[in-house]
């Protein structure tokens, strides 16, 4: 493990950014998107410079997503779906596991953080 894994998530961030660009918005959802993507930019950006507050935060994404939709589909979907639920819960807490391993080589950053 290197920290260019952990350079990679910040390009996967830049890049999901541009795919959710291509889809179209109404107006009112333009406010809410716009500060999403003022937050997955600074993370993408701190993960690039290997900061270890970015590394935090898309961990914590990363694992609040599939409890969130394991709490919502218990009871309410089949065993099929809940499997399906599963296994992507495992595939994004990968990444956190990834982090975790190459900790040292991150840093809290300099003055401001960045």
């Given at each position: 493990?290197?920290?260019?894994?952990?350079?990679?998530?910040?390009?996967?961030?830049?890049?999901?950014?541009?795919?959710?660009?291509?889809?179209r918005i109404s107006l009112?959802?333009?406010?809410?998107?716009?500060?999403?993507?003022?937050?997955?930019?600074?993370?993408?950006?701190?993960?690039?410079?290997?900061?270890?507050?970015?590394?935090?935060?898309?961990?914590?994404?990363?694992?609040?997503?599939?409890?969130?939709?394991?709490?919502?589909?218990?009871?309410?979907?089949?065993?099929?779906?809940?499997?399906?639920?599963?296994?992507?819960?495992?595939?994004?807490?990968?990444?956190?596991?990834?982090?975790?391993?190459?900790?040292?080589?991150?840093?809290?950053?300099?003055?401001?953080?960045?």
């Amino acid at each position: 493990m290197s920290a260019a894994a952990i350079r990679a998530f910040g390009v996967i961030t830049f890049v999901l950014e541009a795919a959710i660009l291509l889809v179209r918005i109404s107006l009112r959802a333009v406010i809410s998107i716009s500060v999403f993507f003022f937050a997955a930019t600074l993370i993408g950006v701190g993960l690039l410079f290997l900061r270890k507050w970015a590394a935090i935060v898309f961990s914590l994404a990363l694992v609040a997503l599939p409890i969130w939709n394991t709490v919502d589909t218990l009871g309410k979907a089949p065993i099929a779906w809940n499997l399906m639920v599963l296994v992507s819960a495992i595939v994004l807490v990968m990444p956190v596991i990834i982090i975790i391993r190459c900790w040292s080589l991150l840093s809290w950053g300099g003055e401001w953080f960045l």
